[in-house]
């Protein structure tokens, strides 16, 4: 496109305008401020995939303090003890998942199912935050190019409202300078049609995620009732029992 040939002609977008304006101009300036942030955003730039691990990441020393409590709670050869701590400090970690777990008859009822899904629940919340920081990340990029997008259609109409005049190459005509600040228009709606894009496509995932995280604890909740429902029921059975045998 013509955009995209001036921006090459005259090595990038700052060039073309110092070239249209004149050197060190503030618009120049803040073209080169612009373009700077822009460049830093695409170098840093990751796709939904990567965000999501690196997110997921973040709480693997978590996870692993779990595992590794609740391995000792359930290990019928360590001393009671220690297991029931092991117990209290899960409960202290998150009471609403290991709150209610005790040891019974040498086993901890329940123990598997709740580590499980407290891990799948530490881990759909840290994404949501990795998600929710690039949404937030990217929000003062786009304003700033915005920004820049309506000092450079302003300047455009400036030249618009002036006598034609043309840049030239080799002693000849090349482009107006009209067509170098329309070019330059067209250049800064790609950078911000771009910048949308990324953060509709990150806020299209956060509410993915979200809405599994809201399905997951009512299932994380029902799963727990319907593990508290059989230990009781369990109890009473037991209890029953050894009343018929007294």
Known sequence: SQSRYIAQKYGGLGNAISALLGNQ??????????????EKFNEKLQTSVQIARESAGTVAGDIARVQALSKIAG?????????????????????????????????????????????????????????EAKIAELAPLIEEQEELLGNLKKARDKVNETPVQTLTGFNKPIFTQTQIATAAVVKQEEVVNKLKTRSAELEAELSKLVGAQVASRLATEAALKAQRDKEEQDRNEAASAARVTA
């Open 75 to 131: 290990d019928q050869s360590i001393a009671y003890d220690k297991r029931n701590q092991a117990l209290k400090d899960l409960a202290t970690i998150n009471k609403g998942y290991f709150g209610e777990l005790k040891i019974e008859d040498g086993l901890v009822k329940g123990l598997t199912t709740s580590v499980q899904l407290y891990t799948q629940s530490i881990i759909d919340s840290a994404k949501a935050k990795g998600f």
């Open 25 to 38: 101009t503030e618009l120049d300036r803040q073209v080169i401020a612009a373009s700077k942030s822009y």
